[in-house]
């Protein structure tokens, strides 16, 4: 899979492009909403509190091939999900954990990324291929890799290093295959290129 700054198709003149794109866009917005309506219709309370049942944290990367709850055994109201583009654990990741813990009684984190992950393709120029396209940098960090188990092992570390975390002894980091369906855990300790 690859990545770049500029649309992989490329678009027809602006002024014809737009009224094709935002219908597009609208229609498949318009189907979400449609099937809400029937989730809504059989819908009945669960009564549910909004602490995990499982206590647990898991942050995942947003890929659209990763099933979270499927793959992991996970009912509704078991786990907080905190996803972002490749899994990995940013600022906002450490908030919204933070969060988690300290208000709504987590204890494990769980990270997760995954073969054919998008941010492998990817490198810090795209922060400046962006900012030749838009004429401004942006204050974030790609965070590509090109190593998913030592991406995964810097991830956890970034957990277990937090001082804002109050549970940093249950952290576990995984590669989901995308192909086989199966994780495959990552050790904490193991360097580079072993
Ligand atoms: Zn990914």
Known sequence: MSISTSPSQPLPPEDSSRPEEGQRASSVTERLVEANRNYARDFTDPGMDARPVRQVAVVACMDARL??????????GDCHTIRNAGGVVTDDIIRSLTISQRALG?????????????????????RH????????????????????????RQSMQ???????????????????????GLLREIDPGMPRGE
């Open 67 to 76: 099933d979270l709850h499927e793959a992991l055994g996970l009912e509704l």
């Open 106 to 126: 987590t204890r494990s984190v769980v990270l997760i990324h995954h073969t054919d992950c998008g941010l492998l393709s990817l490198t810090e120029d795209f």
């Open 129 to 152: 291929e962006l900012e030749l396209e838009v004429g401004q940098r942006p204050s974030w960090a790609v965070e590509s890799f090109k190593d998913l188990d030592q991406d995964v």
């Open 158 to 180: 970034r957990v277990r290093t937090s001082p804002f975390l109050p549970h940093r002894d249950d952290v576990r980091g995984f590669v989901f295959d995308v192909k086989t």
